[in-house]
């Protein structure tokens, strides 16, 4: 039990269909992140959320939407996605932003495949 | 990952000592990371440095060079579940962690 929860563990969807990825922490943090990890590629951060606001959005296509609606919850919502978006999606949460050495915890993580 | 660099590869024997170095070119520098990730899982916390000198925790330790730009990861009496990928991971851009590609360590018998 990481504290840091997703769901769906697995996804696989077509190129055409809408879907979200869910992310919750239990560990009071006020620092929210998406990354992705394609296979044998490093984690590339994707989004981060600080107190809810978007803080960080590293030039990440637009089909890929994320949602902040409190410190605990982060969704990140996918649209007409393309096959290379095929990958593990990762969320993290930390106390604050990681200053002051806060440790990011990472949930499990969502497989995404898209067909 | 950004301006930083590590090996991507290292095989070390079970019971021995390997050193996993890091060099990174960043501003705002305010702290290292180490995670371990085993293939097919998340990341997870190995050592946080943010002075120069060595942080020692059981097996593991952490050095850092700020001047240098540098650190590395030791680890000693090498295990099987060792196997995975090591992540250093300077904190830059107010305060947020950008990660290399990661050291793929094998431990053979």
């Known amino acids: 039990e990481t504290g840091v929860t997703q769901t769906p563990r697995h996804l696989v969807m077509g190129m055409t269909n809408k879907k979200s990825l869910k992310c919750e922490q239990h560990?009071?943090?006020?620092?929210m992140y998406w990354y992705k990890q394609s296979a044998k590629k490093p984690l590339e951060l994707m989004f981060v959320y600080s107190l809810e606001e978007r803080v960080e959005n590293n030039s990440v296509p637009s089909r890929f939407s994320p949602e902040c609606p409190n410190s605990s919850h982060l969704f990140l919502h996918l649209h007409t996605l393309q096959p290379e978006d095929s990958a593990l999606y990762l969320c993290a949460s930390s106390l604050t932003l990681t200053q002051g050495g806060n440790t990011i915890y990472f949930g499990e993580g969502s497989w995404l495949t898209v067909v | 990952g950004q301006n930083i660099d590590q090996p991507t590869e290292m095989t070390a024997t079970e019971g021995a000592i390997v050193q996993i170095n890091c060099t990174y070119q960043t501003s705002g520098f305010n702290g290292l990371f180490w995670y371990q990730q085993h293939a097919g899982e998340a990341p997870t916390f190995l050592s946080y440095?943010?002075?120069?000198g060595l942080e020692e925790k059981g097996r593991f330790s952490s050095f850092l060079s700020r001047s240098k730009g540098y650190s590395y990861l030791l680890l000693k009496e090498l295990q099987m579940k060792d196997s995975a990928s090591y992540l250093c991971a300077p904190i830059i851009n107010a305060g947020k962690s950008t990660f290399g590609d990661g050291t793929t360590l094998t431990v053979k018998p």
């Open positions: 440095n943010v002075l120069d």
């Open positions: 560990l009071g943090h006020n620092a």
